[in-house]
């Protein structure tokens, strides 16, 4: 798979549609998964960084709107930026906007309870957009 193949699977799996049953294949309103576990249902699992370097360069202008938010990290808090930035405190707005709640950690983490708002199908059940691979030795390409 290469890099442009690998955005478009990342926005297929978390781009939200008008009322259908395709809903049921994207991250539900109110609920947040993780960068590693979009990466598991690419087919990547050790690719979660790439997961989050193509939601850094989503566009705001894509049609129906990306909801980068849903996105946090396996341990449940929300990536910071850097130093300087607003963008963990932006994620954590438009999460609360949803219903979602996100607490401030011990250290001044922000985080949200997974068990509560988790959404973590399992690979292989909802539809990344993608061909499956051919089973190796079934003569495809010769």
Do not use: N
Not at 68 to 93: F, K, L, N, Y
Not at 102 to 124: I, K, Q
Request: hydrophobic share 35%; aromatic share 6%.
């Amino acid at each position: 798979m290469d890099s442009a193949e690998f955005h478009a699977a990342v926005c297929k799996i978390l781009k939200s549609t008008t009322s259908s049953s395709s809903d049921l294949h994207r991250i539900p309103y109110q609920r947040v998964t993780s960068y590693g576990h979009v990466a598991k249902l690419i087919g990547m699992p050790s690719y979660s960084r790439h997961v989050g370097q193509a939601l850094k360069f989503l566009s705001r202008d894509v049609e129906p709107p990306v909801p980068w938010q849903r996105v946090i990290s396996s341990a449940g808090t929300i990536s910071s930026r850097g130093p300087g930035t607003d963008g963990a405190q932006r994620q954590r707005e438009v999460l609360e906007a949803e219903g979602v709640e996100v607490v401030v950690g011990r250290t001044g983490e922000l985080r949200v309870d997974l068990a509560r708002w988790g959404w973590f199908p399992a690979p292989g059940t909802i539809d990344i957009g993608l061909l499956p691979l051919a089973p190796a030795g079934d003569g495809a390409g010769v």
